[in-house]
């Protein structure tokens, strides 16, 4: 029962709603498969060790760090970036709204991590008051400190996805 | 990241049959294999990918065992109902480690094999100073350097670091075992054995070795004995989320039943959430009680353990008890207050686990 080791491997995934395979170097990480090969250039390389969250994506829904990741673990799965959130028709996702609404950043490089991690925090329920948020966003540094106004971003879409699905029923 | 080349298994046993290469490494979550091969803490010819074995996966009863596979990630147990009820240290353990994208990656399985934070190892090659993990005979830059957040149990010249796991603090009081398969086939590892302090490994004849895991072994999951007893995981850190433990401690408390009947008109169970003035009436049944961050092993306090049956559930009953188990604690010179430290979160996971506070 040996196995087939190789050094330029299949993947094939679904990213931002678009199935697509590839080859790679098993080395390559899911962030520089996306920056360097597919040209999706939103989720960002700060640190390169899971420390920053910059380049934080939903792999099956889940955030995940992209840095931490090979896209060949990406198998099968369903990649969203921040170039994903928005409407084809460009209309941006409420959290992303929030955001802008918010002031919710000053120089812009954490906010597509921020954003996707948003993303997912409201999703899991956690999104629940200043606290729960701070602790469930501690991934995702911003060195500009908008802290406050992210934490007010975050909780201001949750309460807005909360009413569309309640207007949904 | 140096190229390797990459194959993804297709059962268990095919995984550790590559295994036998020791320039063969296995990847699960990945979170701290691709910064070992970063930083060169790790090289690789070739790296077996086991994410997609379904058996590794999985959290359920099997009898009165509750069964956690592996591939298991951190969030999954911390959510998971069946362990917030039957192992509760272990869920809050999981939720205070990392964060929360790092633990939608990394897996049970992985985690207890995480390599310490020492930032004298954890530095890029070339390193730039001795450190013998990395180099073994070069020496202990942190001995003579800084070592306030290193170890106050077992370390010896060689090494003072301590293995940094939140989940293996809990397994090991929870008295969980390792289901372990290898070459020779399955066996299981009690947690609380599973980590070596660097004296036991010196005393072994193998100074650098860190675990009981053979090379060529693979952990397939964890068999915890299901518990009722209230359970408390402290974690005391320099930042509320998002760090590694200065020190931690867990805790599993059963209170007497007979004097909490008498105080409360309830069974143990209802005892979490219980003001402190009926506290004042309890008594510890039985408790189990481990510090983390303090060896590089968690560090059961067994002569705690032995004494605690009878002391009353207070801050001022379990602090000699405490320290008693902690007399032969072995500070460095600038991480005396670790002893302290310690000490006191492991009071405050006793009076958590029992319900005092």
Do not use: K
């Given at each position: 029962m040996?196995?087939?080791?190789?050094?330029?491997a299949e993947v094939a995934l679904r990213l931002n709603g678009r199935d697509l395979s590839a080859v790679v170097s098993p080395r390559t990480t899911l962030l520089d498969w996306l920056r360097d090969d597919i040209g999706l250039t939103g989720a960002k390389k700060g640190c390169n060790e899971g420390a920053c969250g910059t380049c934080t994506v939903l792999v099956d829904g889940r955030?995940?760090?992209?840095?931490?990741?090979?896209?060949?673990?990406?198998?099968?799965?369903s990649v969203t970036t921040v170039e994903g959130l928005a409407a084809d028709g460009g209309e941006l996702h409420l959290v992303q709204r929030a955001f802008a609404d918010h002031d919710a950043f000053q120089c812009g490089y954490c906010t597509p991590g921020q954003l996707m991690s948003a993303v997912a925090c409201i999703a899991e329920g956690y999104a629940t008051d200043d606290d729960s948020v701070r602790e469930w966003m501690s991934g995702n540094i911003c060195r500009c400190s908008a802290y406050p106004q992210i934490t007010a971003a975050v909780l201001a879409a949750a309460r807005e996805d909360a009413q569309m699905r309640e207007a949904r029923r | 990241m140096r190229d390797f080349a990459y194959a993804r298994a297709g059962t268990p046993e095919s995984a550790v049959g590559t295994l036998a290469d020791p320039g063969t490494s296995v990847i699960a979550g990945g979170t701290e294999l691709l910064n070992w091969f970063r930083l060169g803490i790790a090289a690789a010819d070739r790296v077996v990918d086991i994410g997609g074995l379904d058996e590794l996966r999985g959290i359920a009863m099997d009898g009165d065992d509750l069964r956690v596979g592996a591939l298991a990630t951190l969030n999954e147990i911390g959510e998971h109902p069946l362990v917030t009820r039957t192992a509760g240290a272990l869920a809050s353990a999981c939720l205070q480690a990392?964060?929360?994208?790092?633990?939608?990656?990394?897996?049970?399985?992985?985690?207890?094999?995480?390599?310490?934070?020492?930032?004298?190892?954890?530095?890029?090659?070339?390193?730039?100073?001795?450190c013998n993990k990395r180099d073994p005979g070069s020496g202990c830059t942190s001995l003579a350097g800084r070592h306030e957040r290193q170890a106050i149990f077992g370390w010896t010249r060689d090494c003072v670091a301590v293995q940094p796991s939140d989940p293996a603090v809990a397994l090991a009081v929870l008295d969980a075992r390792a289901d372990v398969l290898g070459p020779a086939g399955p066996r299981t590892i009690p947690m609380r054995e599973f980590h070596l302090t660097?004296?036991?490994?010196?005393?072994?004849?193998?100074?650098?070795?860190?675990?009981?895991?053979?090379?060529?072994?693979?952990?397939?999951?964890?068999?915890l004995p299901a518990s009722a007893d209230g359970q408390a995981y402290v974690k005391v850190r320099e930042r509320a989320s998002y760090e590694y433990a200065i020190v931690s401690a867990a805790a599993s408390v059963r209170l007497d039943e007979a004097r909490a009947a008498g105080a409360r008109g309830q069974g143990a169970a209802g005892a979490r959430g219980q003001g402190a003035a009926g506290a004042r009436e309890q008594r510890i049944a039985a408790a189990r009680v481990a510090l983390g961050s303090v060896a590089q092993r968690p560090w059961r306090l067994t002569a705690a353990e032995a004494e605690l049956p009878g002391t009353p559930l207070t801050r001022e009953a379990l602090i000699p008890v405490?320290?008693?188990?902690m007399a032969d604690a072995a500070p460095l010179p600038q991480n005396g207050f670790k002893v302290t430290m310690a000490r006191n979160a492991a009071v405050?996971?006793?009076l958590t686990a029992g319900g005092a506070s």
């Open positions: 040996t196995l087939d080791f190789t050094h330029r955030r995940m760090n992209g840095c931490l990741t090979l896209v060949v673990q990406c198998e099968g799965r | 990392a964060s929360a994208q790092i633990r939608n990656r990394a897996t049970i399985g992985g985690n207890v094999l995480q390599r310490t934070r020492c930032p004298y190892f954890r530095a890029e090659e070339p390193l730039p100073w001795p660097q004296r036991e490994a010196a005393e072994a004849g193998q100074p650098m070795r860190e675990t009981r895991l053979e090379p060529g072994e693979l952990i397939t999951g964890y068999r405490i320290e008693r188990a405050r996971a006793l």
